[in-house]
């Protein structure tokens, strides 16, 4: 939602009333409650014009919806069983409600770190990867932090090889959490962890952390670390490297592997090449681009993962700053 869909909101809530506007909320998720409470706090007073506006918006698109059965849960399940049968219907319904499950596990996004932190602290790794893979990668994140070093490397690891949870395993992290969470009345098989998941809680823990954990996994399966490594910075990633990062980089890279990585690169990263180059050098390389035939795609992405490696090298060194890290430190 952009900033005038969400001051229109704020607005639709507000005119209202309290009672209606909580009925409301009660079926938002917990980012949008908070965005929400924050644009209402920022309002101090509000145009009666601009209210009538966002009142005849949202009767306007009340105006163009309707709902054709009452219940569409329901109604899916009833259909999915006369066509297909019980057993059939069972595990395809699994799969469709998946995302409107919101029992259990999902009640912990409405937590804060220290709470969630405090309640995993002594659970199994598997548990604790199992939970963190539900919430958004800046909450698990924020939760990791609160571990010690030994912590988060064991749960980074299982998060990173985990591959969907069975319905048994969320009924016992329901139970596990049953005294500060609502139990649900059925779990089913949620597709959760993996690398990228992982890639993307590390990339939010700061520099120092990524370092150990990614050694830690190196011992264990050098593969998948470099798979982790790769998900976390990516080729298209070095356009928010900054001018000063680009032409450090530049001077590393030979211009025969620069033409053939670039053959797939995005319009926006060809041009933040361009651009930190001489003029001469520029053309130069848009002409050997022009002139260069197909090249095949493992090609390019081996070279796309060599020049990486020399990014890194030259992170490592300070000679580039990778955004997307946990550390806001400056010195």
Not at 74 to 83: C, N, S
Request: net charge negative; proline share 2%; glycine share 6%.
């Amino acid at each position: 939602m952009d900033d005038q869909g969400l001051e229109n909101a704020a607005i639709l809530l507000m005119a209202l009333g309290e009672e209606e506007a909580a009925a409301v909320l009660k079926h938002l998720a917990p980012k949008e409650v908070q965005g929400l409470g924050e644009a209402i706090s920022k309002m101090k007073a509000v145009p009666s014009q601009r209210v009538n506006d966002v009142l005849q918006l949202f009767a306007d698109s009340a105006g163009d919806t309707s709902l054709l059965v009452g219940d569409t849960n329901e109604y899916v399940k009833t259909m999915l069983r006369l066509a297909l049968g019980d057993d059939k219907a069972s595990l395809l319904i699994d799969r469709i409600m998946e995302a409107n499950d919101t029992a259990g596990i999902e009640s912990l996004k409405w937590m804060d770190a220290v709470s969630i932190g405090e309640l995993l602290r002594t659970e199994h790794p598997q548990i604790v990867a199992a939970i963190l893979v539900h919430l958004e990668s800046d909450q698990a994140a924020a939760v990791l932090k609160l571990f010690t070093e030994r912590q988060r490397n064991e749960v980074l690891v299982r998060i990173a090889t985990l591959d969907g949870i069975q319905p048994s395993a969320l009924k016992d992290l329901n139970e596990v959490m049953s005294t500060v969470l609502a139990s649900g009345d059925r779990s089913r098989k949620a597709s959760k962890g993996g690398v990228k998941p992982a890639a993307e809680i590390l990339g939010m823990l700061g520099t120092a952390v990524e370092t150990s954990v990614l050694d830690y996994i190196r011992e264990a399966d050098n593969d998948l670390a470099q798979k982790i490594m790769d998900s976390m910075f990516t080729f298209d990633d070095l356009v928010n490297i900054d001018d000063k990062g680009i032409q450090s980089l530049l001077k590393e890279v030979q211009s025969e592997s620069l033409v053939i990585a670039l053959k797939g690169a995005t319009p926006e990263m060809r041009d933040k090449v361009f651009k930190n180059m001489s003029t001469r050098a520029a053309e130069t390389l848009r002409e050997d681009l022009e002139s260069r035939g197909p090249v095949r795609v493992s090609e390019v992405e081996a070279e796309q993962k060599e020049l990486l490696k020399v990014v890194r090298r030259l992170a490592d060194e300070g000679q580039i700053v990778l955004s997307g890290g946990g550390d806001d430190d400056f010195v």
